[in-house]
C-alpha cells in the first residue's frame, strides 16, 4: 500500500471523455467527442489541475476522440507537459497499457489516455476487483480519472503495490 507522503511513482489513468455515435461512413477511430464530451475534458483537467495532480508526461491513444480529451490537460496544466500519441492504445491489451506505463523512464508520474474495455480491466488490474468496484460501481465513467500510487517503482513485470489515491470524474470527485 501507498504512503501517505511523496509516492515513488504515480500514474494517472484517463478514459476518453463522452464520444459522438458514428456517422456513415465514419471509422470509430474517427469518431470526435461529442459536446458533453468536450464539456467533460475540460471539467476533469481543470479540476486535477485544482487537485495539484500533473502528470510529466501524458501517452494519448492517437484516436481522436483521445486526443481531445488530452488536449485540456495541456493546456490546464503546462503549454510545456509532453503528450505522446501512441497507436497501440487503441487497440492495445492491458499488457500494452502495462508495458507503456510502467516502462523505464526518468518521469515519475505518467497518465494513460485510452478506451474501455482496457482501461477498466487495467485499473481492476492494478487496485484490484474490490477496490475498483467501490470507485466505479457503475463502470468506469468517461473521462473518469483514476489516480494510483506506489511507494517503488512498478515494472512491466511487477506492477503490484498499488494505492488508489484518488478518483475523479465530471459529476464526482472522490
Given at each position: ?15 476518453h471523455a463522452r464520444a459522438a455515435w458514428t456517422q456513415p461512413g465514419q471509422s470509430d477511430f474517427d469518431r470526435a467527442l461529442d459536446d458533453e464530451g468536450f464539456a467533460e475534458a475540460e471539467v476533469i483537467a481543470e479540476e486535477a489541475a485544482d487537485q495539484g495532480y500533473r502528470p510529466d508526461v501524458i501517452f494519448s ?114
Amino acid at each position: 500500500m501507498a504512503s501517505l507522503g511523496t509516492p515513488a511513482f504515480r500514474l494517472y489513468i484517463l478514459r476518453h471523455a463522452r464520444a459522438a455515435w458514428t456517422q456513415p461512413g465514419q471509422s470509430d477511430f474517427d469518431r470526435a467527442l461529442d459536446d458533453e464530451g468536450f464539456a467533460e475534458a475540460e471539467v476533469i483537467a481543470e479540476e486535477a489541475a485544482d487537485q495539484g495532480y500533473r502528470p510529466d508526461v501524458i501517452f494519448s491513444s492517437t484516436a481522436v476522440r483521445c486526443h481531445q480529451t488530452a488536449e485540456p490537460f495541456h493546456r490546464t496544466m503546462s503549454e510545456e507537459l509532453p503528450i505522446a500519441y501512441v497507436d497501440s492504445l487503441y487497440s492495445g491489451t492491458v499488457d500494452t497499457y502495462a508495458e507503456l506505463a510502467f516502462a523505464e523512464r526518468q518521469e515519475k508520474a505518467v497518465m494513460i489516455v485510452g478506451h474501455n474495455p482496457m482501461i477498466e480491466e487495467f485499473f481492476f488490474r492494478l487496485v484490484g476487483k474490490a477496490m475498483a468496484e467501490t470507485a466505479t460501481p457503475f463502470g468506469y465513467p468517461t473521462a473518469g480519472l483514476a489516480i494510483v500510487d506506489f511507494d517503488k517503482r512498478p515494472t512491466e513485470a511487477d506492477y503490484s503495490g498499488a494505492c488508489l489515491a484518488g478518483f475523479m470524474a465530471p459529476n464526482r470527485v472522490t
